[in-house]
């Protein structure tokens, strides 16, 4: 077995005003601040009634003339991963153990209806074998930089008024619950894009318009570029828990099963969500279409999530089901791809212990969380993956092939078992930790080494 370390969710201040019982547990998204941090909106410390004296608020809102505020906040996180046999045994590091360190300050000027917002981050890895990657240092940079015009009455991420703000520079993006474009931020080095965005709202509804493209990390400090080969553009919409949205994808150097080409890529999706008298649901779907490297494209995906919170019983275990399919190429050679691209997902997509991406795959994850007061929290949670297609082989998280098909015939790639724990400290003080063991299947096996991985993760997180 495999140990995982699931020491995420960072941490918050006492603005959103959630309790342990309500927060979410998704190792990718901190459940009190937001992950962004720019959708935060503090103006309403401008009156003297709205503060309750924690230490933090002098921070929040901060005076400099008429109609003229800022807001300031930080994020110092800490983590260390343990791992044994990594891909079961075939990482060019299968027993590794490192340390990220992050510091992430933000300022947020608003002066009427301009805004600046700059967060500059600095991410170190420490003991990373074979070396540190893109995902795991950066150094010292600009994490996210740039400017708005907001017109109408309605802030930046209110759904209540109407208004449109116009956004141009460094920006992370989080759409939906991140399948396809995300923060990454369960990584040390979160993702962002250059470019323009427009945010409208009308009477609860939202939309999104952007053209951008991704920010590739550099090895040393001050040299982030945006990507020369990829770029992403689409609209995204929201009311009353129905989300639709369209995006389109070129990369130049794009890589499918040993062959390398330009892709163009085109994602219809939908989602639907929302919760009621203790249950919850979320269900998405998304058919992708296009070419690459003069194929034409058709691929899609299917997730479904389920649960109910018992309020009333000891703990307040909240049970769900999860359930995720993403197609595979089923033909090598016939003129058509048929695998599915996440494009930017979350960092941590099924877990803290990801090996593998969604692609080709389908996966099931009964999972079973609690709440034991003193702001204790927990998790246990299971996962079984197989091939959606015997043609085509294993991703990671970021599309990489790391298992070719070659000439396997099993579809069972294995099951992962995942035991989670945090502890709330202080309002803005946040530890974590998690255990994860994941068992090999058949088409590990007859494709190479085949041990059980494991990882183990201890995190501290300050946030405010």
């Given at each position: ?9 960072a941490?918050?201040?006492p ?12 190792p ?99 003991g ?36 449109v ?15 396809l ?73 794009a ?89 930017f ?30 702001d ?72 190479g ?16």
């Amino acid at each position: 077995m495999r140990r995982v370390l699931l020491a995420c969710v960072a941490i918050a201040g006492p603005a959103a005003g959630q309790t342990s019982e309500s927060r979410s547990v998704e190792p990718w998204q901190p459940p009190t601040l937001t992950t962004t941090r720019y959708d935060e909106d503090w103006s309403r410390l401008a009156d003297p009634d709205e503060r309750t004296g924690r230490w933090t608020e002098q921070f929040k809102y901060l005076p400099l003339g008429p109609d003229v505020f800022a807001t300031t906040g930080v994020e110092l996180r800490v983590r260390n991963e343990s791992l044994r046999d990594n891909l079961w045994g075939g990482g060019d590091a299968p027993d590794d153990s490192y340390q990220w360190v992050r510091f992430v300050p933000h300022v947020d000027v608003h002066a009427g209806r301009l805004r600046a917002f700059v967060q500059p981050i600095a991410a170190y890895a420490i003991g990373v074998a074979p070396a540190a990657g893109p995902i795991d240092q950066t150094k010292v940079d600009l994490l996210q930089g740039f400017a708005d015009l907001r017109l109408g009455d309605a802030r930046t991420g209110d759904a209540a008024g109407t208004g449109v703000t116009l956004r141009a520079g460094r920006q992370m993006i989080s759409l939906g619950t991140e399948r396809l474009v995300g923060t990454r931020y369960g990584p040390n080095v979160p993702l962002a894009f250059d470019g323009f965005r427009a945010l409208a709202s009308l009477d609860g509804a939202t939309l999104s318009l952007f053209a951008v493209r991704p920010v590739e990390p550099g090895s040393g400090s001050f040299d982030d570029r945006r990507s020369r080969s990829r770029s992403l553009w689409g609209a995204y919409a929201s009311r009353h828990g129905i989300d639709l949205y369209y995006l389109g994808y070129r990369n130049t150097g794009a890589r499918f099963g040993g062959e390398t080409g330009r892709e163009l890529r085109h994602s219809v999706g939908a989602r639907v969500f929302g919760s009621r008298e203790g249950w919850h649901w979320n269900a998405e779907g998304v058919y992708q279409f296009g070419r690459f490297a003069g194929r034409d494209i058709s691929a899609w995906t299917l997730a479904a999530e389920t649960g109910h919170r018992f309020a009333q019983a000891r703990w307040a275990p909240d049970a769900t089901v999860r359930f995720n399919i993403a197609s595979g190429d089923r033909h090598p050679g016939d003129g058509r791809l048929g695998t599915f691209n996440a494009l930017f997902p979350k960092g941590k997509y099924f877990g803290e212990l990801s090996p593998v991406g969604p692609y080709n795959i389908v996966s099931v994850n009964p999972r079973v969380a609690a709440s034991f007061g003193g702001d204790v929290t927990g998790s246990l949670a299971a996962m079984g993956y197989w091939r959606f297609s015997k043609a085509d082989g294993v991703y990671g998280i970021p599309g990489n092939l790391i298992r070719p098909a070659g000439d396997a015939t099993a579809r069972f790639i294995g099951a992962e078992v995942e035991g989670t724990v945090e502890w709330q400290a202080t309002p803005e003080l946040n530890l974590s930790a998690s255990l994860s063991a994941f068992a090999p299947g058949e088409f590990i096996r007859q494709t190479g080494s085949a041990r059980t991985t494991l990882m183990l993760g201890l995190e501290a997180n300050f946030r405010f």
